[in-house]
């Protein structure tokens, strides 16, 4: 077969790979939005840039080797695929100096009117600089290497090396069958191991981030309260986040013949929500056990202080709409809170009670400068009989089968059930709600969903 022959076809062969490729890396990245599937994407986009570049770059040395820049994107994708696997950092912007002094050198030569090899070669030197130098490192930082990680090791080290080799052979025509064959070969193994090196780390990714979330999951799971009997009061709660984290917030904290009933809940859900979640807590707890005699506004206004501090230095732009509620003694209560309304059902006329929760403007955490003069407080009492309901909007909010469009559930359900329940226990009536949210969502919730109930008994608290 005539030389022009094999090397068309060597051509083909090496842009149909790098075309699967590109398209493997996109499905890859579509489905999955790891970074490192993005940079696979990148390095095959790229290669095909490069190929395509170096193909028009033809009139000169200096115009062939300028063909050649685009591929130190490539080779500097790879050293970063390369690197995920030993936690080795690979900086841009020492490989670009490095790329712009080679690249100064080479134009300084062609002026000059240097032979062809030195004036390339400090250029394509720089190329394969961060594959060559991230290899290196990889190799010194002890790390166990699996054998996709050896390969493709293996392949970065070989494609810096063809990089280089690029001033030796490409204005000789008679290796160019040589070049292009020794081009494909290791596209092919960088084909293989690439993508397994990438699939390895994600799948890394994926276990150590769920048991990150099992460690939250049951952080949050042992700080939500029992419902035990309180003297005087009967308790029933609920807390399910929507997923392994919820950004729901409830507490009971008692000191004494004082009883704190806390309801949160934070913008967003999931993990970072969850953190949100726990700094409260922590914070909320912090506060009570520090000032045993503080008021519900003033525990909002010190949490609010704390929060916003904490979220800004994290750059966290959430909040959390809180109710502080405090019984003092026989039921009687001072509440606190910027959230959903309070539901309160009254034996004596048996009716229902909205009570709404304005007490200060925003969520906490979210403007740190409100003054202790921005928070109100109110009073309530719970006679024999009498139950309130607290709640998050992952209650009312629930959609009809998971979709807002179709309605939300609402107020009305949660005041028909007080009234249907009155007289039965609270677990009952817990019970009865959640089976009504069950049928209204089709058990697909997209928040996550947190109340309590507390109903007044005949004894008093001692």
Known sequence: MPTDAVIRNLLLLYSGVLVINVLLSAVLWIRDRNPLFRALLVVWTWTVVSLAFSGVMTGGTLATITGLLPTFAVNLMFARVLGSTASVAVPIKPYLGMLAAGYATTV?????????TVTTLPTAIAIAMPSLVTAVRVLRSGRRLTTSTLVLLTGCVLFSLHNIDFAFLRDRPSAATVGFTIATLIVFALSVAAPAVALERATEQRARLATELD???????????????????????????????????????????????????????GLGAGLVMLMAQSTMSAL?????????RELNFFANRVLAANLARLQERRHLTAVSLLRTRENRFVVSGTHDSLLLYRASSGTVEIREMSHFPVGLGFAPDLSQGDFGEDTLELFPGDTLLMFTDGVTEAARDGDPRAGLFGTEPLVRLLEQHASNP?????????????????????????????????????
């Open 108 to 116: 300084i030569l062609a002026l000059i009117d240097q032979g062809f």
């Open 215 to 269: 460690v939250a999951r049951r952080i949050q799971s042992r700080i939500i309260p029992n419902d035990v009997p309180l003297p005087g009061l009967e308790m029933a709660s609920h807390v399910h986040p929507v997923e392994s984290v919820g950004g729901d917030y409830l507490d009971v904290y008692r000191d004494g013949d004082r009883c704190w009933f806390l309801l949160g809940d934070v913008t967003g859900h």
């Open 288 to 296: 009570l056990r520090l000032r045993p005699d503080i008021s519900p």
């Open 426 to 462: 609270l677990s009952q009536l817990k019970q009865e709600l959640l089976d009504e949210l069950d049928r209204f969502t089709g058990r697909a919730y997209d928040d996550d969903v947190t109340f309590v109930a507390l109903r007044a008994r005949e004894e008093t608290v001692a």
